[in-house]
């Protein structure tokens, strides 16, 4: 996916506009999703819906007439990725979140990054059929007093204020950060 050039094919209406955001897109299988349902339980109706019918792959979102590449995960990276996320956040700060705020973030699965690896937004599966998606920055973590996984209700809620703040121009990490 990118975004087309103004001197593309005039017939065309192409003033910046994206050629095809949703160009590298890939459904998923129930078969793909084993190993991940092994791991993390059974996953949400919300979660294997998306997956199946919209697929992963690389988000265009813009950010100042710039793309800025989001990435909702495939099954066979989510493992590595969510063991990565995890062990970047201090092992007191995940103590903290599961007895305050009863967060598992072992249980966590990671669904979509940003290209910095910096934010995540993150299924909850803290239980069966538990399609809450968490965000959570490094940003965030270095807060004190906070907690660093920020719930931003079902995963058709987050995608849906994803899409809509997007709509509105605001800057794609706007859900992590609060800032326009």
Same mark, same amino acid.
């Given at each position: 996916?990118?975004l087309?050039?103004?001197?593309?094919?005039?017939d065309?209406?192409s003033?910046?506009?994206?050629?095809?955001p949703?160009?590298?897109?890939?459904?998923?299988?129930? /078969?793909?999703l084993g190993? *991940?349902? @092994?791991?993390?339980?059974?996953?949400?109706?919300?979660? !294997?819906?998306l997956?199946?019918?919209?697929?992963?792959?690389?988000?265009?979102?813009?950010?100042?007439?710039?793309?800025?590449r989001?990435?909702?995960?495939?099954?066979?990276?989510?493992?590595?990725v969510?063991?990565?996320?995890?062990?970047?956040?201090?092992?007191?700060?995940?103590?903290?979140? /599961?007895?305050?705020?009863? *967060?598992? @973030?072992?249980?966590?699965?990671?669904?979509?990054?940003d !290209?910095?690896w910096?934010?995540?937004?993150?299924?909850?599966n803290?239980?069966?059929?538990?399609?809450?998606v968490f965000?959570?920055?490094?940003?965030?973590?270095?807060?004190?007093?906070?907690?660093?996984?920020?719930?931003?209700?079902?995963?058709?809620?987050?995608?849906?204020?994803?899409?809509?703040?997007?709509?509105?121009g605001?800057?794609?990490?706007?859900?992590?950060?609060?800032?326009k």
């Amino acid at each position: 996916p990118s975004l087309r050039d103004e001197d593309e094919d005039e017939d065309e209406e192409s003033d910046g506009e994206w050629a095809d955001p949703f160009g590298e897109f890939k459904a998923v299988t129930p /078969k793909q999703l084993g190993p *991940i349902e @092994a791991r993390y339980g059974e996953l949400p109706p919300a979660y !294997r819906k998306l997956v199946s019918d919209i697929g992963v792959g690389t988000l265009l979102i813009a950010d100042e007439d710039e793309p800025v590449r989001f990435t909702i995960l495939p099954p066979e990276h989510i493992p590595k990725v969510h063991k990565d996320c995890i062990s970047w956040i201090d092992k007191a700060l995940l103590e903290e979140t /599961k007895s305050s705020h009863r *967060i598992d @973030a072992n249980k966590l699965m990671p669904i979509l990054v940003d !290209r910095d690896w910096n934010q995540w937004a993150l299924l909850g599966n803290q239980s069966r059929g538990d399609d809450r998606v968490f965000l959570f920055s490094h940003e965030q973590e270095q807060r004190e007093g906070i907690n660093p996984f920020s719930l931003q209700g079902s995963l058709e809620t987050y995608f849906s204020k994803l899409f809509a703040n997007t709509r509105k121009g605001y800057s794609p990490w706007y859900m992590w950060t609060g800032r326009k």
